[in-house]
């Protein structure tokens, strides 16, 4: 591996230097701007985090400012990235550092890893690029970067390719810049050594890439099999006090946790008007009037293929809390677009004001 090693690392980091796109937080040498840029950028496009990293960290320029901040107003500012629970850690992990480092991002990457949000990928990440650790990374990029320089066979998931991977990225990572050989691994995948149509002509390491000596540039990796999305459709309440609505915050766990949103309950895919009542009875904790259906909003996510149905609910009573949710608040339209809310149910809301 050390002749690889060699062959591997040198021309990477030289072609970095040259070919690394101009990204803010490549400019930052803050480590929380760092570990906010990779928590944001898990599952979701540079170009899409780019304007939201500004944003956060305008509002939040230090731990100790996010780790005050109620997390309602966290999520408000996530709105629209997904996986909010990326969002709730953070919360809770700047209120970790605040309380046991104070305020300031630990550089040992033990202390990294006992902070919420910290799996082995974002410990990696941050322990190399922000403090120079000899600590790998493997995410989507890099995992078909090595499989073809390395021809790993396997599946996307399987324990033994997954384990030989992180094996091959600990042996690169070691030596000098080692935060920049991870970056140049990722910048690779992203631009180069793409999934469709990878540019072999212009890879810095093609001379030592196995899958292209073997022909098997198109077969590794092989695509990661999915799982059908559920489908998942919910009930949603939408009761008008005067001008305001009523909204209710879920508890911090499962789909869509800390949101607010529009009351909503499961429903059965041919569920009737009925099992609509039933069910939304039960998730206000109060007796209910029924009215008229408005409509519903359909959201594909990754892996569910979500309805709202939207029905005009008046309560007989105020709504409880309840295991579903931890508070009820009628809110108005302006104070509405204030709170932590899904894109989804930002479009229910705004069907609802029609």
Known sequence: MRRAQIAVRQPLLAWFEVNKRDLPWRRSPDPYGIWVSEVMLQQTQVSTVIPYWHRFLERFPTIDGLATAPLAEVLSLWRGLGYYARARNLHRAAKAIASNHGGKLPSDPQALRELPGFGRYTTGAVASIAFGKELPVVDGNVARVLSRLFAVEGAPGDAKREARLWRLAGELVKGDRPGDLNQALMELGALVCKSEEPSCLLC?????????????????????????????????AVCRRSSDVLLAMRQEKGLFGGLWELPCAELAPRAGPSQVLSALRGTLGASIRLGESLGSVHRTLSHRELELSLYRVTPRSEPQPSPRYQEFRWVSSADAGKLGMSTAMQRALELASR
């Open 204 to 236: 810095p390491v093609r001379s030592s890439c196995a899958a292209l000596r073997l022909g098997k540039i198109s077969q590794l990796p092989p695509p990661r099999a999915r799982a059908p999305r559920k489908r998942l459709r919910l009930a949603v």
